[in-house]
């Protein structure tokens, strides 16, 4: 199986460990505006590593998933990570109770990798590879 062209990783930084569990949704922004319209993509968590190495978008019954999961020049795209969940299945509150995070694809034949370093009151992200 190929890789799929979005991955994520979460780390807790408040406890030094991956951070398992965490809900991973990937949408389109359709009209590539600020509050814009959205198609969810692909929904999945992350494993005990605290990676979603497979976020694939579910294809149509005419399409195969590396089919429905190109990534397009100039399109904006979000991925939202569900830290509320997370941080109560872990006894603790949090600030955030979701992060989004909107990136541009210049290159639709690059691997977008999307970390995210997580504590109750901060979040930090960065273009990982």
């Known amino acids: 199986m190929s890789k799929s062209p ?3 990783h979460v780390l807790d930084s408040s406890l030094g460990k991956p951070a398992e569990g965490v809900a991973i949704v990937w949408q389109e922004i359709i009209d590539n505006k600020p509050g814009g319209e959205v198609e969810t993509l692909a929904t999945n968590e992350t494993d005990a590593d605290g990676r979603c190495m497979q976020l694939w978008p579910l294809p149509t019954p005419m399409e195969s998933k590396e089919d429905r ?3 397009y020049a100039g399109k904006l795209y979000k991925v939202i990570f569900h830290t509320k969940e997370y941080f109560e299945k872990t006894g603790r509150k949090c600030f955030y109770p979701w992060v989004e995070i909107t990136f541009e694809v210049t290159n639709p034949q690059e691997h ?3 970390p ?3 504590s109750p009151y901060s ?3 960065y273009r990982g590879s």
């Open 112 to 114: 977008y990798h999307i």
């Open 116 to 118: 995210l370093l997580i």
């Open 6 to 8: 979005v991955t994520c």
């Open 123 to 125: 979040y930090t992200t």
């Open 69 to 71: 999961a190109r990534l």
